[in-house]
């Protein structure tokens, strides 16, 4: 099916918030945060905010709830806390508060995945979705699992040029003109 009405489309760029979670890192040793943030600002998007937090699924829950309830943020990107050891909880902090989870983005990632690190990518728990009109990705916490999110399916979701479809055009700031 042709979409010839929205051949020139214009970039739309959203206000992106990356939450690093991790018990360990800083600013200075933060590489995957830092690379999403790198990534999304070439894009042409804006770097709301980036912070770190520990592996807490109460101080997660509250930063991205935060951020989900802020209406300059139109998408929030964790990275770290998906694994399936002692303290990862990233999941968990996070999926309660979508209205509605993308079930495929999860099986994508870990097909994707699959390629790079073969059968490890079981231990990947990310997760997306959509809360209170704000789109939500959760990462795995290293340098290549961020590349690979962002590169081989945010970016292009996010970005409103993307035929058939793509989640800005979802949004509802967008919805409204």
């Excluded at 991790?22 to 905010?49: I, K, Q, Y």
């Excluded at 806390?81 to 079930?103: F, N, Q």
């Excluded at 990518?121 to 789109?135: K, P």
Aim: include cysteine; aromatic fraction near 6%.
């Amino acid at each position: 099916m042709a979409h010839d009405d929205n051949v020139n489309r214009e970039f739309v760029p959203l206000n992106i918030a990356v939450l690093t979670v991790s018990d360990t890192r800083t600013e200075d040793t933060d590489t995957s945060g830092a690379l999403l943030g790198e990534r999304l600002t070439n894009a042409g998007h804006r770097l709301a905010v980036k912070q770190i937090e520990p592996d807490d699924i109460y101080r997660i829950r509250a930063v991205v709830s935060m951020w989900i309830a802020d209406p300059e943020v139109q998408v929030v990107i964790t990275t770290g806390g998906t694994g399936v050891t002692g303290r990862d909880g990233t999941p968990e902090a996070v999926t309660p508060l979508l209205d509605k989870i993308i079930e495929g983005f999860g099986e994508v990632f870990r097909s994707l995945s699959y390629a790079d690190i073969g059968t490890s990518t079981l231990q990947s728990r990310c997760v997306a979705g959509v809360a209170n009109g704000t789109f939500v990705f959760s990462l795995p916490g290293s340098r290549n699992a961020c590349a690979t999110g962002w590169d081989k399916l945010i970016e292009s979701q996010l970005d409103y040029r993307t035929r058939p479809c793509n989640l800005v055009e979802l949004l509802p700031r967008l919805q409204e003109k």
